[in-house]
């Protein structure tokens, strides 16, 4: 599976943005999807996670409430709603797939490159 995050850009604190992952090959369906963030100087972290049919989700909490994530599978995308930001949010974005649904990062199997997401203040 080869993935392609898109979507990140500079927003004003309180804004919104919908970054997406595209899937290659048809097994898109089978993979749990994950999305993670490194912000410069820390280490990546969790954000929100998808399991292959799209019923069920999870959330760091530091974006719940805020973030959504979901997926279609017909189009093989993955979709990270992203409103109310906050400088915080500042980071680059990944998406993961893997076989488990998990905030886990050593669970996921193949890893797409990021997208950069700046939030201005």
């Known amino acids: 599976v080869q993935l392609q995050a898109s979507g990140g850009g500079l927003v004003q604190a309180g804004g919104s943005l919908r970054l997406s992952c595209a899937a290659s090959?048809?097994?898109?369906?089978?993979?749990?999807m994950g999305w993670f963030r490194q912000a410069p100087g820390r280490e990546r972290e969790f954000v929100a996670a998808?399991?292959?049919?799209?019923?069920?989700?999870g959330y760091a909490d530091s974006v719940k409430g805020r973030f959504k994530i979901s997926r279609d599978n017909a189009k093989n995308t993955v979709y990270l709603q992203m409103n109310s930001l906050k400088p915080e949010d500042t980071a680059v974005y990944s998406c993961?797939?893997?076989?488990?649904?998990?905030?886990?990062?050593?669970?996921?199997?193949?890893w797409g490159q990021g997208t950069k997401v700046t939030v201005s203040s």
């Open positions: 090959g048809r097994t898109f369906s089978r993979y749990a």
């Open positions: 993961a797939a893997g076989g488990s649904y998990s905030p886990s990062t050593s669970l996921y199997d193949y």
């Open positions: 998808i399991n292959w049919s799209g019923g069920s989700t």
